[in-house]
């Protein structure tokens, strides 16, 4: 896990150092990349808990748009979900994240981008035995290759981790869960 976390800070202390070494004139003058952008995903999700020992897995579906404000800053929401439930039960987890974008261009195709900020998770499970919504708002973080296909369509590769304490309605003997929702996505966007 901390090899993961300080993977994670070194790659996002080289994407918010490059913007500054960076010869941003002769990038803005070929490309412009500002502007409102929609797109989807299929995404590898993983819940796991520091209450139980193991994690479960599935893959699922997401949505992400936001705007760009220029070559290394934007704004963007993202929401995810899979059943990561088994033959006995459905587990749905999943979450709804609000972040600024940090980029680095490399080129006109290649960037990479950082993000950190909010999310709403929520887990709902739906069984014989358990029947109960754990949800709450945690943090969120992640990273992400991008790759322009066209003037107006890009393809990207992303990781996002959001953790948190959920809250779980009406059930009795656990208060709340601690939750982590990983993500590894592929998705698909167009900017307008």
């Given at each position: 896990?901390?090899?993961?976390?300080?993977?994670?800070?070194?790659?996002?202390?080289?994407?918010?150092?490059?913007?500054?070494?960076?010869?941003?004139?002769?990038?803005?003058?070929?490309?412009?990349?500002?502007?409102?952008y929609?797109?989807?995903a299929?995404?590898?999700?993983?819940l796991?808990?520091?209450?139980?020992?193991?994690?479960?897995?599935a893959?699922?579906?997401?949505?992400?748009?936001?705007?760009?404000?220029?070559?290394w800053?934007?704004?963007?929401?993202?929401?995810?979900a899979?059943?990561?439930?088994?033959?006995?039960?459905?587990?749905?987890?999943?979450?709804l994240?609000?972040?600024p974008?940090?980029t680095?261009?490399?080129?006109?195709?290649?960037?990479?981008?950082a993000?950190?900020?909010?999310?709403?998770?929520?887990?709902v499970?739906?069984?014989?035995?358990?029947?109960?919504?754990?949800?709450?708002?945690?943090?969120?973080?992640?990273?992400?290759?991008?790759?322009a296909?066209?003037?107006?369509?890009?393809?990207?590769?992303?990781?996002?981790?959001?953790?948190?304490d959920l809250?779980?309605?009406?059930y009795?003997?656990?208060?709340d869960?601690?939750?982590?929702?990983?993500?590894?996505?592929l998705?698909?966007?167009y900017?307008?």
């Amino acid at each position: 896990m901390m090899y993961k976390i300080s993977l994670l800070a070194t790659a996002l202390c080289a994407v918010l150092v490059s913007p500054a070494f960076a010869n941003t004139d002769t990038l803005s003058s070929t490309s412009d990349n500002r502007g409102f952008y929609i797109g989807g995903a299929v995404n590898k999700t993983e819940l796991g808990s520091d209450d139980t020992s193991g994690s479960v897995d599935a893959t699922g579906f997401g949505i992400y748009g936001g705007y760009q404000f220029n070559d290394w800053f934007g704004l963007e929401s993202n929401f995810f979900a899979a059943d990561v439930g088994d033959d006995y039960e459905d587990v749905v987890a999943g979450a709804l994240t609000f972040t600024p974008t940090f980029t680095a261009r490399f080129n006109e195709t290649f960037s990479v981008f950082a993000k950190v900020g909010v999310a709403s998770m929520a887990v709902v499970v739906d069984g014989y035995y358990d029947d109960f919504t754990a949800s709450g708002i945690g943090f969120t973080y992640g990273i992400g290759l991008n790759a322009a296909l066209t003037e107006n369509l890009n393809i990207r590769l992303s990781y996002d981790m959001s953790k948190g304490d959920l809250d779980i309605d009406e059930y009795g003997y656990v208060d709340d869960i601690d939750a982590e929702i990983e993500q590894l996505a592929l998705g698909l966007h167009y900017q307008f």
